[in-house]
Structure formats: structure tokens, C-alpha cells
């Protein structure tokens, strides 16, 4: 697949948003692409900048503190006005923690105000008085085998998602959006929505290629991409999904 | 004295020596069962302190800072009641004030240096009253308990209201989330590093505080030690990095001393601890001891006979190598271990990374992803990694997304067999050892097992 132009991945406020180790997102889809002879150009972006989205094939965002998340919710919603008609017509995008929240209709701060989302997932965020802290097992209905996704949790928001939503998986192990009914995440068109760190990616492999592969569809590449050696992945995921059977 | 106090005293030094003898380590129980008895016995021990207590806080370097502290101290013949490294939450506080004395009830020394967890300072504070409070730093490090770094920020600052009304703060005038601490109207000590040479450490690791704590503004560093700590300064409210009194100006690492100015005055003392992060240790020890009232001159003595604590660098035969033992616990403290693995310029030599994730480790092996493997595995001669932990295979799927080859790369989940295999290998003359807190805790029985270190009191 060489002599191509590079696969863009736009990282949106890597300096606000990078909590519990979500840039190994972004290392994995990056190296996952390359071992396949793929370039990967990563842009990132902070509050203010521009985005030349004609050239953008995946976004990435990841979940940040409150104060930070504070700082670059207004340029986020300003955002959106670009943003979300692209991930109507397909464009895919990984969003964690906060980055999930602030893709709903509304979520709720921490000093109990009730703020606007991108309203892009039919879902809403209120704030919890515990935090959901600890490894994650869920059982996805995306086309990826093996059906589980493995992370960890950490989170004060509580997510109900709207009947028109559909889950990323059903928790085996963990609280998931809300610690009642039993959903975690979400998904629509190729956004993926989701609490887990841990990083995610690297230890969800098939994630990785399913996010890698929507990339190159969106871009009108027809390709399939090759199969890698995982072993070592799928041993760190099994290390995560054997605790959900004790 | 009451009598329900004398129980509980008895009661939890009795439940010490029963937890010794069968073998189990349990250096918080004593003061789980004297508290049981006595709820404020903490609260009535610390009061026959002649002189009073300091509490030491922050993410990293408070073993060492303590360590370094309790010799300049005992130097000076001041007696000194510590905590056991990682007894640091309200009930391990207690032990080591009902463990002071072997026969009397009340502790005899003239003060308390414990080191504190962040989440336990408020408590800790409200019950002990203390007359010095130090703050080493704020990285990030088990969000998975407290939630996220502001909220850490916050125990450590409730913490410090309960100071004695004559209490003294030290706080690291280069760690902005710490300077930022100081209060009006409370005497503060500030250290920080003015080396000459520039040591600045890229930008490329995960920076917590860049932004002003009083205003939110984004910080503009003149010089950068590491991640975030440095000489800094605001434009949004002008606010800047407090001149600090106790100043660490000049560092031979190669020949092993450090000169460390005190207000006007000057003095050098042999240093052989490695990296930048423990030049700051230095600086927390030697403003806290100041804070408490020494002279250079006892500074200076106590000096002359400081190691290193137990798994913070130190360095131990094991078959036919050399191991040097280092706890990894966040991703800043990673990095500085690494960086000085880098300095060490070695040909050849193995990396041995033992990652548990039990609650005292940090549930979340998340942190891995945010140490710089990319930018210092280039730098390193290491020829092989050994891996192994309950998460040894997020350690080795971390370094394969670094860039390492699988070949380089051995994983072994079960730390003791790791470990029995590591005692007969000949290949490497130095093997770093880089445990989290449980991992390092069971490579210290396993050692203790072979006889290379002496017993530890300690389980």
C-alpha cells in the first residue's frame, strides 16, 4: 500500500485531553497503520486552531480533568458546527471520558450546572457521587471477533443513553455509562463513544483495525488491511476478560 | 496518660509482634487495633512529642526526603519516631507511634517525621496537629483512588490548614501546583534548583501543571527541570516562581557532591543519588530540617552518612550481577528513572520491569502509555527486557508499541519465577530492577529469602 498519502488523524486538545494514558490511542493506530506500509500524519490541534477538514480521515479525542476540560468546551461547541456533519456522513472518530460526555446533548458539571453537548449521540451525562472505578469487560455488537472490549474505568459522570442509541457493548465486569443498565458507550455511524482507558487501543487490537479500516473507507480507499501478529495483544486483553469469569 | 490509651498501645504492639512471628508483614496493624480501642490515639501520642510533627506529602520522593531528613536529624541528636516507607494512610501513621518505644507507653523523641498520603492529609493533619508541613511535587499517580490531580491538590491544601498557628509550610517553589499552596500569614520555606547548566528534559513528556493556579492561565517556563517543574511564570496575573531560600546551585554526579545554598550561605555535601528528581529530594530534606530549626552545620554533618532508601537506586549482588533496584509508580518518576539509565552509559545491561496492579500499586496500568518509552528507548544500550507482574503483558505490548522487537523481550506473569531465573542468568553484569510498590515489595522478601539483604523489619 506504499506511495500514498499519509492517513490523517486529527488529535483534538492533546494538551487539555489527555488523561490516563489516551495518547497509546493514538501510538496504536499509528503503529498498527505503519506495520502495514500505511503512513500516518498525526495533526493536533488545540483550542483556536484551525482544521483543514478536507484532509482529516479519523479523529481522536480523549478525556481531560474538569478545569482542563473547562478550558476547551467553548471551541469544542464551536467545532461541532464542522464537526458533526462530517460524522453524519461517515467520518470516524474515537471519542473517551469527556470527550464521550460532551458528544451527547447535555452533561452535567461537577458544581451541578447543566451545559450543552454537541447533541451528536442521543445520550446525556449527569453528574454521579461515586466514581465508577476499575477494569471494564464488555460484550460488543460491533462485527469484530472476539466480542469483548477490555479497559478501565474512571469516571464521575453518569451517561443514559436516548432509545434511539445504540450501546459500544453490555458490561460483563464493571458500571459502564451509568451502573444500572448495564450499557457502555456508544455507537453511531463510526463514532465510538466510550469510558475505557487503559489505553484502550492497544489492548483492543480489533478496535484499532475496525477505526483504521472505517478510516480508509471514508477516504474511498477499497483495501482490506492485512492481518498482524497480535499474540501479545489478545494475551493482555485475555489478562482483562478472565477477570470478568472469577 | 488514660488507661484506655495504655491498652490500645499494648494491644497494637502485641498484634505487631503476633503479625511478625508468623511471618506476615502487617506494618499498618498496630495501629488499625489501637485505634479500635482508642480512636484518638494518635491525636494523645503525638502530644508527649517534646518538640512536635512534620508531616511530608506530594506524588514523588518522600521516602527519600524523609530518609534524608531522619539522618540530618538523629545527627543532631534530636530522637526521631518514622513511618515505615508505604505506611502511609492514617492507620500506618499511628504504628509508628505506638511502635516508638519498646517499654513506656509515650514516645521520648523530640518529633514525628511521617510521610503522608495526600488523600490521608487532611485527617492526618486535623488529628496530629503538625508544626511543618513539606510538598514535594504533583504528578500524576493513582487517579484511580482520589479521581483527578486538582482533587489531590485539594486534600493536601486542607491539609495544611491545620498546621499549629507558628507552623512552618515548605513547599517546591518550581512545582507550581505546590508553590501555589502558600497561604498568607503562614511562614513558608521554598526550595527549588538553580543549577547552571541547563538540564531541560524535553516537552514531550506528560505535563500535569502548566497552568497558573491562581488565575488558569497557561505558564511560560524560562527553564524546565523535567515534565513540569522549573522556573516559571504567568502572563495572565504576573504571578511567578517564589524566590526560594534553600537553592541547590551546582551538581557533580560523576564525582558525588552537590552545593546547596541556604539563604546567603553556602555549603557542599556528598550527593551519589542519581537524576534530577532526587536533587530535589535533597532540597525538600534540607529546607524541612531548616524549617525545623538546624544549622548548616548540623546539615552538613548529617550528610557525611546518608544512604539511600531501601528500592529508591540502591544496588545489591544477586548471582553474578549487579542489580540497582528503582520503584516506578508514575509516569514522571519513569521517566527520571530512565533518563538516568541513559546518563549511565553502560555497554550493556538488562531492564528488568515488574508491574502489579493491586490497589497499592494503582489499579490503572494506564499510566505506562504516558511514560516516554518512544524518546528514551533510542537512548538506552539495553539488550534485553524482562517483563513480568500480574500486568506483564500490558508492560510488553507498551514496549512493543515503543518500537522494541519481541526478540528483545522476555515475559514471565509469575514475579517469583522471573526472579529465580534472573539469580542463575550471566548474561547481563547489571540488571535494573524497576518495580511498582507490590512488585517491589516481594522482590525484597525473595532477596531477604536468598540472603542478599539483611531482614527487613518491615514484611
Known amino acids: 500500500m506504499p506511495n500514498q498519502r499519509p492517513l490523517k488523524l486529527l488529535h483534538l486538545y492533546p494538551e487539555e485531553m489527555n488523561l490516563y494514558g489516551d495518547r497509546g490511542n493514538v501510538l496504536a493506530l499509528t503503529r498498527r497503520a505503519e506495520w502495514r506500509g500505511l503512513t500516518v500524519e498525526v495533526i493536533s490541534r488545540g483550542a483556536g486552531q484551525l482544521v483543514d477538514w478536507d484532509t482529516v480521515d479519523l479523529v481522536f479525542m480523549g478525556g481531560g480533568e474538569d478545569s482542563h476540560q473547562a478550558r476547551i468546551v467553548d471551541d469544542f461547541l464551536r467545532l461541532g458546527e464542522a464537526l458533526v456533519p462530517r460524522l453524519e456522513q461517515g467520518l470516524p472518530m474515537l471519542a473517551i471520558c469527556g470527550a464521550f460526555q460532551l458528544l451527547g446533548q447535555s452533561y452535567e458539571t461537577a458544581d451541578g450546572q447543566t451545559l450543552p453537548g454537541l447533541g451528536f449521540f442521543d445520550a446525556w451525562t449527569e453528574a454521579g457521587r461515586v466514581r465508577a472505578i476499575g477494569d471494564v469487560v464488555s460484550k460488543t455488537e460491533l462485527a469484530v471477533e472476539p466480542p469483548t472490549i477490555v479497559g478501565f474505568e474512571n469516571h464521575g459522570g453518569l451517561t443514559y443513553l436516548g432509545s434511539s442509541s445504540q450501546p459500544l457493548g453490555r458490561v460483563l465486569l464493571g458500571r459502564g455509562n451509568n451502573g444500572k443498565d448495564g450499557t457502555e458507550g456508544a455507537v453511531k455511524n463510526h463514532v465510538i463513544g466510550t469510558y475505557l482507558h487503559g489505553s484502550l487501543l492497544p489492548k483492543n487490537p480489533h478496535l484499532t483495525d475496525l477505526l483504521l479500516s472505517w478510516a480508509l473507507r471514508y477516504r474511498g480507499v477499497a483495501q482490506e488491511l492485512p492481518p498482524l501478529d497480535t499474540e501479545l495483544e489478545w494475551t493482555a486483553h485475555g489478562v482483562i476478560v478472565s477477570r470478568a469469569k472469577r | ?459
Open chain 2, 1 to 459: 496518660m488514660t488507661i484506655k490509651l495504655w491498652l490500645a498501645v499494648w494491644a497494637g504492639r502485641m498484634a505487631g509482634w503476633v503479625s511478625r512471628l508468623t511471618g506476615r508483614g502487617g506494618s499498618s496493624l498496630p495501629g488499625l487495633v489501637a485505634r479500635r480501642l482508642e480512636p484518638a490515639t494518635l491525636t494523645q501520642l503525638v502530644r508527649h512529642l517534646s518538640w512536635g510533627a512534620i508531616l511530608l506529602t506530594g506524588t514523588n520522593g518522600k521516602t527519600t526526603t524523609a530518609a534524608l531528613a531522619r539522618q540530618i536529624f538523629e545527627e543532631a541528636h534530636r530522637r526521631v519516631v518514622t513511618n515505615r516507607a508505604g505506611a502511609n494512610l492514617i492507620e500506618g501513621l499511628t504504628a509508628a507511634l505506638v511502635q516508638a518505644e519498646r517499654w513506656r507507653v509515650a514516645p521520648r523523641a523530640a518529633l514525628a517525621l511521617l510521610e503522608t498520603d495526600e488523600a490521608t492529609m487532611p485527617r492526618a493533619a486535623r488529628e496530629i496537629r503538625p508544626r511543618v508541613v513539606t510538598v514535594t511535587n504533583f504528578f500524576r499517580d493513582q487517579l484511580d483512588r482520589y479521581g483527578e490531580l486538582s482533587t489531590t491538590v485539594k486534600y493536601v491544601a486542607r491539609g495544611i490548614e491545620e498546621l499549629l498557628p507558628e507552623g512552618r509550610l515548605v513547599l517546591n517553589a518550581d512545582d507550581p501546583q505546590v508553590a501555589g499552596l502558600r497561604r498568607d500569614g503562614v511562614h513558608t520555606v521554598f526550595y527549588g534548583l538553580e543549577l547552571a547548566e541547563p538540564t531541560s528534559e524535553g516537552d514531550a513528556e506528560a505535563g500535569d501543571a502548566r497552568f497558573c493556579p491562581y488565575c488558569g492561565t497557561a505558564l511560560q517556563y524560562r527553564r524546565r527541570y523535567y515534565a513540569h517543574i522549573g522556573h516559571y511564570a504567568c502572563p495572565g496575573c504576573g504571578w511567578e516562581r517564589p524566590q526560594p531560600r534553600v537553592r541547590v546551585v551546582d551538581w557533580h554526579p560523576g564525582a558525588g557532591w552537590a552545593t546547596v545554598e541556604v539563604d546567603a550561605e553556602r555549603v557542599t555535601v556528598p550527593w551519589r543519588l542519581p537524576g534530577i528528581y532526587n536533587l530535589y529530594n535533597l532540597g525538600a530534606g534540607l529546607a524541612t530540617v531548616v524549617a525545623a530549626g538546624l544549622t548548616l552545620e548540623a546539615i552538613q554533618a548529617g550528610m557525611e552518612r546518608f544512604k539511600p532508601a531501601f528500592g529508591r537506586m540502591e544496588n545489591l549482588t544477586v548471582g553474578v550481577a549487579r542489580w540497582w533496584l528503582a520503584l516506578v509508580k508514575n509516569p514522571t518518576g519513569f521517566n527520571q528513572v530512565l533518563a538516568t539509565l541513559a546518563e549511565s552509559r553502560l555497554p550493556s545491561f538488562g531492564v528488568v520491569v515488574a508491574i502489579n496492579d493491586h490497589y497499592a500499586d494503582g489499579r490503572d496500568v494506564s499510566w505506562l502509555w504516558d511514560v516516554d518509552f518512544e524518546r528514551w528507548l533510542p537512548r538506552l544500550s539495553a539488550q534485553h527486557w524482562y517483563v513480568t507482574g500480574t500486568r506483564a503483558y500490558d508492560m510488553a505490548v507498551r514496549l512493543k508499541y515503543a518500537g522494541l522487537s519481541l526478540a528483545h523481550i522476555t515475559v514471565e506473569t509469575h514475579l517469583e519465577a522471573m526472579l529465580e531465573r534472573l539469580k542463575r542468568q550471566e548474561r547481563f553484569e547489571t540488571l535494573y530492577v524497576l518495580p511498582t510498590y507490590t512488585a517491589l515489595l516481594a522482590i525484597r522478601r525473595q532477596l531477604t529469602r536468598w540472603g542478599v539483604t539483611e531482614h527487613f523489619r518491615e514484611g
